[in-house]
């Protein structure tokens, strides 16, 4: 059974940071985990990815210069650190792995979800 858990979610003001944690037990191996993000009245939009290495890392256009994806292998645990955030990354933001083949971008490529975690950012 594979646990995917976030932590990290808050509220915070425009030009501020926060890290979020995604915590990943079970025996899975997943060629990339990746960062979503869901805002109000919105699909679940791709933030970030990660490969299992570490080597390789992708981001969405608005997200880049300002968030780092990064891993913790001997801790199972993959961090989105978020710098200059703005009130349009106010959203559920959600740890997918399982990677199955496919479109990274697309949340359909990725198996197992955590519950998410709020981010809230006021101006």
């Known amino acids: 059974q594979v646990q995917v858990v976030e932590s990290g979610g808050g509220s915070v003001q425009a030009g501020g940071s926060l890290r979020l944690s995604c915590q990943i037990s079970g025996r899975t191996f997943s060629i990339y985990t990746g960062w979503f993000r869901q805002a109000p009245g919105k699909g679940r939009e791709f933030v970030a990815s990660?490969?299992?290495?570490?080597?390789?890392?992708d981001y969405t256009d608005s997200v880049k210069g300002r968030f780092t994806i990064s891993r913790d292998s001997a801790k199972n645990t993959v961090y989105l650190q978020m710098r200059s955030v703005k009130p349009e990354d106010t959203a559920v933001y959600y740890c997918?792995?399982?990677?199955?083949?496919?479109?990274?971008?697309?949340?359909?490529?990725?198996?197992?979800w955590g519950q998410g975690t709020q981010v809230t950012v006021s101006s």
């Open positions: 990660i490969t299992s290495s570490g080597g390789r890392t």
């Open positions: 997918a792995t399982g990677y199955g083949g496919g479109i990274l971008s697309y949340a359909s490529s990725f198996r197992f």
